[in-house]
């Protein structure tokens, strides 16, 4: 297992001859394999154990073996201590995504202080198999099925490669000591349920089912490849960047074909899931929107806009007569001038006199109105957004300059009338937003 492991390394793994790396080590043999299999391939390298406190006086036994490992074989290594049940309940996860969350962020910690580039972890091909029948039991897509990724930008598994079997087998000849989870026998976890009761099976069904499920999962990586890259090509044509956000045409989109298959490429990296309520908003009133967990998406007569999800500020803003700028919400200076000079939709000129201090800025609300410039009477604002066709995030962005409730301009688009320059206006200001 050396030799293939080392050319495993040359040809895969290279930055790891170059470049020190942490191993993360929890004392159990496919750690500790690796930890010898790097030792003995003459890389440099640190160890990082951590103690999740989950396992009593086990738990404790496990960091002292981890200490004497690195003794035994000449490496630094760190070691943390984890309240994980705290942890859990005060994050509302499982013990297990408490432990992962935990023992990554540290692992980060570790490498950005010691300036550490990569990570490497012990998974192996049965653990891939385990995570493959997993994510085929929720109803994954093609990346859940997948299984573990081999080499990230950071996190680097060079014994994805190798069985259990080839590990134990490694371990015994070279008469290696390890410490057993005795967590990792209880069927009660499904991982542990997949590992002692339907893998063994699987093996059983056929001698190289290992074999045969590892080439499988290299087709299924260069098939995911092509649909990732026409994915990409669609979404580079179909998602027009626009404002901090991506308005997509629900015309182009139903043109697509299988409809469905191309909603779950091209939104699942934006964290939907519920895969109907996505369909469904192409045919939805407009000012529909859905949520996932980072962004939001919104019907707009004939786009989807997508955004991430934001809390909408409805925070009152004060602008004081001493003041000559604006830095919140938006960038604005404030000066008294002879006469209205150039004329933008960022420049508002106004009858000092008609203003009544403080002035403030916010977001429009229901039963808001105005009398637009240039127009005789008043109109909703409501209905002002929608004969400019302002989409439904645009209104939510729009800021109001206001007079005791009054509003003086809607910010970068349209003045009120009752504030205008006339013949008698003694003092002008003027309001310009930097851009």
């Given amino acids: 297992m050396q030799e293939l492991f080392n050319t495993h390394i040359e040809k895969s793994f290279p930055e790891l001859k170059t470049s020190k790396f942490l191993l993360a080590c929890s004392g159990g ?13 003459n890389l440099d390298f640190e160890l ?28 630094k290594i760190y070691i943390t201590n984890f309240e994980t049940i705290d942890y859990s309940y005060l994050n509302k996860v499982s013990i297990q995504v408490a432990a992962r969350e935990l023992r990554y962020d540290w692992f980060s910690k570790i490498q950005q202080e010691n300036a550490i580039k990569y990570l490497v972890t012990a998974h192996h091909a049965d653990d891939n198999l385990e995570t493959f029948i997993i994510n085929l039991s929720r109803g994954s897509g093609i990346d859940g099925l997948k299984g573990i990724p081999h080499n990230t930008d950071v996190i680097k598994r060079p014994l994805l490669p190798f069985s259990q079997e080839q590990i134990m087998a490694y371990a015994q000849t070279n008469m290696l000591k390890w410490r ?18 339907i893998v063994p099976l699987l093996k059983e069904l056929h001698p190289t089912f290992l074999d045969n499920f590892t080439n499988t999962q290299h087709y299924l990586e260069q098939t995911a490849a092509i649909v990732d890259n026409t994915l990409s090509k669609v979404k580079r044509s179909l998602f027009l960047s626009e404002n901090n956000r991506y308005k997509i045409s629900i015309e182009k989109l139903k043109e697509l074909h299988p409809l469905k298959g191309y909603i779950y490429g091209l939104f699942k990296s934006y964290g939907f899931t519920e895969w109907q309520n996505v369909a469904g908003l192409l045919e939805a009133m407009s000012g529909k929107e859905i949520h ?23 925070k009152e803003f004060v602008v004081k007569e001493s003041m000559d700028a604006v830095k919140d919400p938006v960038v604005m200076d404030i000066s008294l001038v002879e006469s209205v000079e150039e004329r933008s939709l960022n420049t508002l000129y106004v009858d000092k006199e008609t203003l ?10 229901k039963g808001d109105y105005f009398y637009p410039f240039g127009m005789h009477g008043k109109k909703k604002l409501s209905k002002f957004f929608k004969d400019e066709k302002i989409d439904v995030l645009s ?3 729009q800021w109001l300059l206001c007079s005791d409730d ?8 349209r003045a009120d009338n009752r504030f205008k320059i006339t013949s008698e206006t003694k003092h002008v200001l003027k309001f310009k937003v930097k851009e």
């Fill in 356 to 365: 009544k201090y403080p002035l403030t800025i916010r977001k429009w609300k």
């Fill in 406 to 413: 009054q509003i003086v301009w809607v910010i970068g688009k």
């Fill in 395 to 397: 209104k939510e962005s």
């Fill in 29 to 41: 043999i496919d750690s500790v394999v690796l930890a010898h299999l790097c030792v003995n391939a």
């Fill in 48 to 75: 990082a154990h951590c103690n999740f406190k989950l396992r009593g006086e086990e738990s404790d036994k496990d960091e002292e073996f981890a200490l004497k490992l690195g003794l035994n074989i000449g490496k």
């Fill in 292 to 314: 996932s967990k980072t962004h939001r998406l919104v019907k707009n007569r004939g786009y989807l806009l997508l955004t991430t999800l934001e809390e909408v500020l409805n």
């Fill in 180 to 197: 057993e989870d005795k967590s990792n026998a209880d069927t009660k976890y499904l991982r542990n349920k997949i590992r002692h009761q």
